[in-house]
C-alpha cells in the first residue's frame, strides 16, 4: 500500500479533527490538547490586540484508507517577545542596533505559558526521531519562505531538544495550504505589556557586527493578518524539503515539586529540616489564624458569575503591575466548559467580609495526567502568607491526595525553593537565520549554559529537605 506524505500549514484548527490532534500527545499535557488552543483562538486572545498569530503545521499520511494526521506543530507568528518567558530582547535590540529587523519571527511555544512540553508533536505509532526531523525542516522551510528572522521552539522536552540540535537532512513532499499569502506577514510594531514574569531581562547576545554582503533578516510588511477567513487557501507548492536544523540550545531553570510517594502534607514536612518545617506551617497557620477559608473546585463546576470571578481575579494582577492581560473572559468561560475537569481552581473565603460569599482571592491551575500546573493569581486584599497557601500548598496537597508526579507553578521566583520545590533545567532551540548574527548568539549561550547549569546545581543549597531524603 503506498502511502504519500504531505506538510500544510492552517492558521486555525477549526477544520482539524479534535480526536486526530489530540492523539498525537499522549502525556497527558492539558495546554497541547485541541480544545485548549482552539480556545485560545476563538476567545479573543491572539492576534492583533497581543501579537501572536497561530500557524499550525500538520504532517497527513495518505493511505488507500484516507488522510491521517501523524503530526503536528503548534506555531505563532510573533511581532514582539510577550508571553514567551524565554527572553530574547537583548537578541532584537542588537538586529535594532544594525538597522534590521528581528520580527516578526516564527515561535512554537503555548501562548502565555512557561510550561515544559512537546512542540513537535508525533502519533504514537511513527518514529520519533524521523518524525520530529521532519516537522522541524517544514517549520524552517517555512520561516525561509516567508523571511522570518528566525525560529524558536520553547519549553521543548530534552529528548526533542536533543534532536534539534543535531538534525540530519530530510526530504518528503509538502504542500502548504491555509491563508498566510506575502501581503499577510504582520508588521513589527505590536505591543503588549504582560505581568512582571515576562519583563526584558536577557543578556546581551554578543558584539554582532553583520556586513552589507550578508543575508538580511526579515523584513516586516505593512499589513497585519486578516482574521476574517481563517482557512483561505494558499497556491504555493513545495515539491522538496532539504533543510538542515542545526537549531542553537539555550536553557534556564524553574522550580518543580516532585511527588516522592508522600501519604498527606505532613509526610511531606517530615522529609524537610526542622527549621523549613516550622517556617511552612507557620505560613500555614498565618491562613487557618485569619480565618480564611480554602475551598478546591474543578472547573467543570463552576457556575457563569464564578468563572466572572474567576477572570477579574486574572486581571486584578496586571492591574496591579501595569500590564495588560491577554486572556478574555471568553478564554475561561470557554475552558470551563470544554475542559473544565482539566482545571483547578482554589478559591479563598472570608467569613468576616463584607461580602462573605465573594472569594477573596483564586489561584489557578491546569490539571495534566503527571503534572499540575499553577498558571495564574488574583487577589483583591491583601493577607499574610495566602499567595504560598493559595498557590503553592494547595497544589501539593491536590498533587499527593491524586497522585500526581509533578507540579510546576509556574517561572521563576527563587522563593519557591525553601518551599520544597526543586530547581530544573528548561530547554528551548532556536534557529537564526543571519550567519552572523547566529554566530554571536551561539557564542553568547556557549557562555551562559555553562552559567546556568552551575546556577541549578548551586540552588539546590537552599532545598529544604533533610539531607537523606534528598533524591535529585
Not at 525553593?417 to 526543586?422: H, V
Request: charged fraction near 25%; include cysteine.
Amino acid at each position: 500500500m503506498s502511502k504519500e506524505l504531505q506538510i500544510e500549514v492552517r492558521d486555525s484548527l477549526a477544520e482539524v479533527p479534535a480526536e486526530q490532534w489530540n492523539a498525537l500527545s499522549d502525556d497527558g499535557n492539558p495546554f497541547l490538547r485541541h480544545e485548549f488552543l482552539h480556545t485560545l483562538d476563538t476567545s479573543g486572545c491572539l492576534g492583533d490586540r497581543t501579537g501572536w498569530y497561530p500557524r499550525y503545521f500538520l504532517l497527513w499520511e495518505t493511505d488507500e484508507s484516507g488522510q491521517h494526521l501523524i503530526g503536528a506543530v503548534p506555531t505563532y507568528i510573533k511581532t514582539n517577545s510577550y508571553g514567551e518567558f524565554v527572553f530574547d530582547w537583548a537578541w532584537a535590540e542588537a538586529y535594532e542596533r544594525h538597522q534590521m529587523e528581528y520580527y516578526p519571527k516564527l515561535v512554537s511555544s503555548i501562548p502565555f505559558t512557561p510550561a515544559t512540553g512537546r512542540r513537535l508533536l508525533t502519533r504514537s505509532d511513527q518514529p520519533l526521531e524521523e518524525t520530529i526531523k521532519l516537522l522541524a525542516a517544514g517549520v524552517r522551510q517555512f520561516a525561509h519562505s516567508e523571511q522570518f528572522s528566525s525560529v524558536h521552539f520553547l519549553f521543548v522536552t530534552e529528548a526533542e531538544s536533543n534532536v534539534l540540535s543535531a538534525i540530519e537532512p530530510t526530504r518528503a513532499p509538502v504542500k502548504k495550504a491555509g491563508k498566510d499569502t506575502e501581503s499577510d506577514k504582520p508588521q513589527a510594531d505590536g505591543s503588549q505589556s504582560d505581568t512582571d514574569e515576562n519583563q526584558p531581562g536577557a543578556a546581551q547576545p554578543g558584539a554582532a557586527q553583520p556586513s552589507a554582503d550578508q543575508p538580511e533578516a526579515a523584513q516586516a510588511d505593512e499589513t497585519q493578518p486578516d482574521a476574517a477567513q481563517p482557512n483561505a487557501a494558499r497556491s504555493t507548492d513545495i515539491d522538496q524539503l532539504a533543510v538542515v536544523t542545526d537549531h542553537l540550545r539555550r536553557l534556564d531553570v524553574q522550580y518543580h515539586w516532585r511527588n516522592d510517594d508522600y501519604t498527606d502534607f505532613d509526610d511531606f514536612l517530615s522529609r524537610c529540616t526542622a527549621k523549613r518545617r516550622k517556617t511552612i506551617r507557620r505560613e500555614r497557620r498565618y491562613v487557618t489564624d485569619a480565618n480564611l477559608r480554602l475551598e478546591q473546585r474543578l472547573g467543570s463546576t463552576l457556575s457563569e458569575q464564578e468563572w466572572r470571578w474567576v477572570h477579574q481575579f486574572y486581571k486584578s494582577t496586571f492591574d496591579r503591575k501595569w500590564g495588560n492581560p491577554s486572556l478574555t473572559r471568553d478564554f475561561f468561560e470557554g475552558i470551563g466548559e470544554k475542559m473544565g475537569d482539566k482545571v483547578l481552581i482554589v478559591f479563598a473565603y472570608d467569613p468576616e467580609d463584607e461580602q462573605p460569599e465573594w472569594p477573596v482571592a483564586c489561584s489557578i491551575m491546569f490539571i495534566g495526567t503527571k503534572t499540575l500546573y499553577g498558571r495564574f493569581w488574583g487577589c483583591r486584599a491583601e493577607y499574610n502568607a495566602l499567595h504560598f497557601e493559595a498557590c503553592y500548598y494547595q497544589g501539593i496537597e491536590y498533587c499527593i491526595a491524586h497522585s500526581i508526579l509533578h507540579f510546576e507553578p509556574g517561572a521563576q521566583g527563587e522563593h519557591k525553593i525553601t518551599r520544597g520545590f526543586i530547581p530544573t533545567l528548561t530547554r528551548s532551540a532556536h534557529y537564526i537565520q543571519h550567519p552572523q548574527f547566529r554566530d554571536a548568539i551561539a557564542n553568547f549561550l556557549s557562555q551562559e549554559t555553562p552559567h546556568v547549569q552551575q546556577r541549578c546545581k548551586g540552588l539546590n543549597d537552599l532545598l529544604p529537605f533533610k539531607a537523606e531524603s534528598l533524591t535529585i
